[in-house]
T-cell receptor
Framework: SAVISQKPSRDICQRGTSLTIQCQVD?????MFWYRQQPGQSLTLIAT?????????ESGFVIDKFPISRPNLTFSTLTVSNMSPEDSSIYLC?????????????FGPGTRLTVT | SQQGEEDPQALSIQEGENATMNCSYK?????LQWYRQNSGRGLVHLIL?????REKHSGRLRVTLDTSKKSSSLLITASRAADTASYFC???????????FGTGTRLLVSP
């Protein structure tokens, strides 16, 4: 299993500013992901955070808007840049723990962002 | 990736009743997973079923998978008020553990 913490848990930000969200895991993990959950919606994968190389972004998400760092196997940050009200969402990081052929994804508690 | 559909969108039952949620998806998958989310908080992994499996049980949970129909169902038996949450199916299309989530079912279990 993996225990994940995220900082901040919530924030209210003004449009045009940036916010960096931290994700800390209690053990070394290979796979780490960032997801977005817009109000009342399901989760959408933003990117895979790769240790030692650039993140891999999904369609519709770009590095300039969502820069990601992964300096080691237990930590990652996601920055939401030049924010607009449409960026108001819950942002969650997740990690994968494998057990044989199966695996589990563990999710952090999320960061609830409101942009005014 | 295209998001899966879940139905019903919302389900309201009494304690002790069974709850069934359905998930349909669009592409071939490596596995399908079900998650629970309480009140917009973090997700909890419930169960994973591989593409070559048809049914799986975990406690009060029963999951079925029909790859020919690209559909899955989650059955919660003898529901409790604590089961009140949103339930999401998620598919791993690529094998790289990048999940595509369904639209979710909001379950309300009344005492």
């Amino acid at each position: 299993s993996a225990v994940i913490s995220q900082k901040p848990s919530r924030d209210i930000c003004q449009r045009g500013t940036s916010l960096t969200i931290q994700c800390q895991v209690d053990s070394q993990v290979t796979m780490m992901f960032w997801y977005r959950q817009q109000p009342g919606q399901s989760l959408t994968l933003i990117a895979t955070a790769n240790q030692g190389s650039e993140a891999t972004y999904e369609s519709g998400f770009v590095i300039d808007k969502f820069p990601i760092s992964r300096p080691n196997l237990t930590f990652s940050t996601l920055t939401v840049s030049n924010m607009s009200p449409e960026d108001s969402s819950i942002y969650l990081c997740s990690v994968v723990s494998s057990s044989g052929l199966d695996y589990e994804q563990y999710f952090g508690p999320g960061t609830r962002l409101t942009v005014t | 990736s295209q998001q899966g559909e879940e139905d019903p969108q919302a389900l309201s039952i009494q304690e002790g009743e069974n709850a069934t949620m359905n998930c349909s998806y669009k592409t071939s998958i490596n596995n399908l997973q079900w998650y629970r989310q309480n009140s917009g908080r973090g997700l909890v992994h419930l169960i994973l079923i591989r593409s070559n499996e048809r049914e799986k049980h975990s406690g009060r949970l029963r999951v079925t998978l029909d790859t020919s129909k690209k559909s899955s169902s989650l059955l919660i038996t003898a529901s409790r008020a604590a089961d009140t949450a949103s339930y999401f199916c998620a598919t791993d299309d690529t094998g790289f553990q990048k999940l595509v989530f369904g639209t979710g079912t909001r379950l309300l279990v009344s005492p």
